[in-house]
C-alpha cells in the first residue's frame, strides 16, 4: 500500500471537526453547536441540493444516450425477455422498472466485474486477462444504505410528536437480538461494518488507494465518526433523551431553545452530522438526487422505432465537393489533386 496524503488528510479533518465541538461545548457554547449551527448547515443543504437539482433540470439533452445492455426492440419475430426490456427500455414503464432496480438494488453494481491482467504459464509473456465478480462491494454497499435508511427512519422518534406509527415497528425488528441493556440495534452494527470494510477495501487495494482523492476518503471517515459518536452515546456515554428530544423538537418548529444537561457527546455527534448535512450538496453524496437526472438511466433506448431530432439544432452551412473544389481549385492544381472542372476561374 502507497502513501497517499489524501486519506490522512480526510481523517485529520474529520479529528479536527470532533475536536471543535468537544472545545466548543466545553466552553459554554451551547447556542452556537445546538442552534446556529444546525440552522446554518440546514440552509446549505437545502439551498445547495436544490441548486443542483434545478441546474441538471435545465441542463439541455438533445439525444437519447441511455447505457443499455439488453437486446433492442426491433422486429416484431424477435422475441425479448424481461430483463431486455429492463436493461433496454423501450417506454416509461420500463425505464421505471429499470430505475427502481438502480436505486432500490443497485443493479449496475451488481452487474460490476473486476479485470485483472494476471500471469500465466499458458501465457508467459503477456499472461492472461480475467474477468471476475464483484459482489462483495455490492454487499457492502447494499449493507451500508439500507442500514443507514434504518437508522435515519429511528431517528425521527427524536423530531416529532407524535411518533410516526412506523418508527416502533422499525425499532422492535432492528433490536430483535436482546443482547444487551439497552436494546443493541443491529443496524448501528451493520452501518459500521460496512463503512469499515467500505473504507479497508479502499486502503488495501493498491490501485483504488492510488487513485482515491479527499472526496472518497472524507464522506467515509465523517460518517464513521458520526455512526462511532452515536454508539457511544447510546451505550457508553449516557446522554437526557429528553432534553435530546426538546432540543430536536425545538429546532423543527422554529422554536429554539436548549435544554440543560445534554452532554459535549451529543453536541460532537450533532456537529458531525451538521457538518455531512452542509457537505452533502457539493459532494459525491449528492448522487442520491442525481440518479434521477442521469440521462443514461432515464430515457428509453427506442432510436430505432422513433427518430429523435435535437431540438436545438441550428441551421449548418454545408460546402458540396464542387464547392470546395472552386475555393481550392488553384492550390488543388499545384498539388496535382485531379480536379473536377479544370478551369481557373
Same mark, same amino acid.
Given at each position: 500500500m502507497g502513501f497517499n496524503l489524501a486519506c490522512y488528510f480526510s481523517l485529520f479533518a474529520v479529528i479536527v471537526l470532533v475536536?471543535?465541538?468537544?472545545?466548543? %461545548?466545553?466552553?459554554?457554547?451551547h447556542v452556537i453547536f445546538g442552534i446556529v449551527i444546525p440552522y446554518l448547515a440546514g440552509f446549505i443543504f437545502l439551498a445547495g441540493l436544490i441548486y443542483r437539482i434545478v441546474k441538471w433540470a435545465r441542463t439541455p439533452v438533445p439525444y437519447r444516450i441511455p447505457t443499455t445492455c439488453g437486446q433492442n426492440r426491433s422486429l416484431p419475430w424477435i422475441r425479448r425477455s424481461l430483463r431486455d426490456k429492463l436493461e433496454n427500455p423501450e417506454n416509461t414503464i420500463h425505464v421505471i422498472g429499470r430505475m427502481a432496480l438502480e436505486v432500490l438494488f443497485f443493479r449496475s453494481l451488481f452487474r460490476n466485474l473486476r479485470t485483472e491482467l494476471r500471469p500465466w504459464r499458458e501465457y508467459p509473456e503477456g499472461g492472461r486477462l480475467l474477468y471476475w465478480s464483484t459482489k462483495w462491494l455490492w454487499i457492502g454497499a447494499i449493507a451500508f444504505h439500507y442500514s443507514f435508511l434504518v437508522v435515519l427512519s429511528r431517528h425521527l422518534k427524536f423530531f416529532t410528536e407524535p411518533v410516526p406509527f412506523f418508527v416502533p415497528f422499525v425499532e422492535s425488528v432492528d433490536s430483535?437480538?436482546?443482547?444487551?441493556?439497552?436494546?443493541?440495534?443491529?443496524?448501528?452494527?451493520? *452501518?459500521? %461494518? %460496512?463503512?469499515?470494510?467500505?473504507?479497508?477495501r479502499r486502503i488495501a487495494d493498491p490501485k483504488l488507494?492510488?487513485?482515491?482523492?479527499? %472526496?472518497?476518503?472524507?464522506?467515509?471517515?465523517?460518517?464513521?465518526?458520526?455512526?462511532?459518536?452515536?454508539? *457511544?452515546?447510546?451505550?457508553?456515554?449516557?446522554?437526557?433523551?429528553?432534553?435530546?428530544?426538546?432540543?430536536?423538537?425545538?429546532?423543527?418548529?422554529?422554536?429554539?431553545?436548549?435544554?440543560?444537561?445534554?452532554?459535549?457527546?451529543f453536541y460532537i455527534h450533532l456537529f458531525l452530522v451538521s457538518t455531512l448535512l452542509a457537505y452533502f450538496p457539493s459532494s459525491k453524496l449528492v448522487h442520491m438526487a442525481g440518479i434521477f437526472f442521469s440521462m443514461t438511466r432515464n430515457m428509453a433506448g427506442n432510436n430505432r422505432a422513433i427518430r429523435h431530432i435535437n431540438p436545438w439544432e441550428y441551421p449548418v452551412r454545408v460546402f458540396s465537393y464542387m464547392d470546395q473544389e472552386n475555393m481550392f481549385r488553384k492550390q488543388m492544381k499545384a498539388a496535382g489533386i485531379p480536379l473536377e472542372k479544370d478551369t481557373e476561374e
Open positions: 475536536l471543535v465541538p468537544f472545545v466548543g %461545548a466545553a466552553a459554554g457554547w430483535f437480538f436482546q443482547i444487551y441493556v439497552p436494546a443493541v440495534y443491529m443496524s448501528g452494527i451493520v *452501518l459500521l %461494518a %460496512a463503512l469499515i470494510y467500505l473504507l479497508v488507494h492510488y487513485l482515491s482523492l479527499a %472526496a472518497d476518503y472524507f464522506p467515509l471517515f465523517l460518517i464513521l465518526g458520526i455512526g462511532i459518536s452515536g454508539v *457511544l452515546m447510546r451505550y457508553f456515554f449516557k446522554v437526557d433523551i429528553v432534553a435530546v428530544k426538546q432540543l430536536a423538537v425545538a429546532l423543527v418548529t422554529f422554536h429554539p431553545t436548549v435544554p440543560e444537561g445534554i452532554g459535549v457527546i
